[in-house]
């Protein structure tokens, strides 16, 4: 069916549909940097996502997926924004019935608090967070083991759910309730590291800051994927621009089988509209930690999330 198609309408139809949605550009430019197919539905959808603003290995990924729908379904259709997991190559859903799988967590990890030491993860914890991780930045070893003993000493009792920030060998000795890694983080993991950090049992969260990166992610069937920057943050330097709600939504749909989480730049304002994206967690830094009162911020956000159903 594709073989018929034009990739220039394939590329306009896709940009004309979706571009207001992804506040982009209203037409498409005549080429796209590279092809890897001379598939019609393929190579328009590649310009049609550079021309939304998407990254050169997101426009790659999107447009394979575009393709893959469009045989799937027999036909292609400008209106479906590709989102089913079998589209981009991703194993069957859901990741928790793979024999692979990391344990799972609660699916919606309510207000999540990604706090700088031990003492802030018993505070907030004590404040009635849900979810807390200690994302300690130190290269000191025993300062880390120190930190992160603390951190799950200081959540005992108030039914928080401690994860742990790049240390991962000193999270699975001190006993945390998961780990939270990034896609270098992962990099760095050899094939032994990663068959360790499933057998310790602990859960797994991993970020993720596009379709690519979600498609790695899925290949270790982690316990949650975080998705951001939502919005510009001033707490880490980002190699990719802020994503946006737009995409956000987008990003949910397609991981509807794992837990979700929402990352970077989420204030007060912000939050309603993070939240009708679906995703079941939003992880915040400077809401939290620079707050006039970070205990009765905590229940108003908390208090939001449960209203909207989150
Ligand atoms: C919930 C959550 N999401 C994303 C991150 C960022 O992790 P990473 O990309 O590894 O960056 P660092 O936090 O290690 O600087 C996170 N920590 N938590
Ligand atoms: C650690 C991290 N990873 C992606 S954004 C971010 C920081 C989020 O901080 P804030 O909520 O203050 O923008
Ligand atoms: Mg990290």
């Known amino acids: 069916m594709s073989t018929a198609l034009d990739s220039s309408a394939v590329a306009q139809a896709i940009v004309a549909t979706h571009g207001l949605r992804f506040g982009a550009i209203t037409s498409a430019p005549p080429s796209a940097p590279n092809f890897s197919s001379d598939d019609p539905v393929y190579r328009g959808a590649k310009r049609a996502c550079s021309a939304l603003g998407f990254i050169e290995i997101d426009a790659e990924c999107l447009a394979h997926a575009w393709r893959a729908q469009t045989q799937r379904l027999s036909g292609f259709d400008a209106t ?86 790049d240390h991962w060998q ?3 000795a001190a006993g945390a309730y998961g780990i939270h890694l990034g896609q270098e983080d992962l990099d760095e993991l050899s094939p032994e590291d990663l068959a360790r950090l499933r057998d310790s049992g602990l859960r797994l969260g991993v970020s993720t800051h596009g379709y690519a990166e979600m498609v790695r992610a899925d290949k270790v069937s982690p316990s949650y994927i ?8 001033t707490l880490k330097k980002m190699a ?31 939050l309603p509209e993070v939240l009708a994206t679906g995703v079941g967690s939003v992880a915040v830094v400077r809401a939290l930690v620079a707050a006039e009162d970070p205990e009765a911020t905590a229940a108003q956000w908390m208090a939001a999330i449960d209203a909207a159903g989150n």
């Open 240 to 270: 990719t621009a802020p994503q946006g709600v737009a995409r956000l939504g987008a990003y949910a749909r397609l991981l509807r089988g794992y837990p979700q989480v929402g990352i970077g730049g989420i204030d007060a304002v912000r």
């Open 80 to 165: 479906l924004w590709p989102d089913a997991p079998e589209d981009f190559g991703m194993r069957p859903f859901p990741p928790t019935a793979r024999d692979d799988a990391f344990p799972p967590c609660p699916e919606r990890l309510g207000l999540y608090a990604v706090l700088p030491d031990a003492q802030w993860v018993g505070r907030m914890a004590r404040a009635g967070v849900p979810t807390v991780q200690l994302r300690f930045k130190s290269a000191d070893t025993a300062a880390v083991e120190r930190e992160v003993q603390a951190a799950v000493e200081a959540v005992q009792g108030t039914g928080a759910l401690l994860f742990i920030n």
């Open 170 to 172: 000193v999270a699975i």
């Open 226 to 233: 975080a998705m951001g920057a939502v919005y510009p943050t």
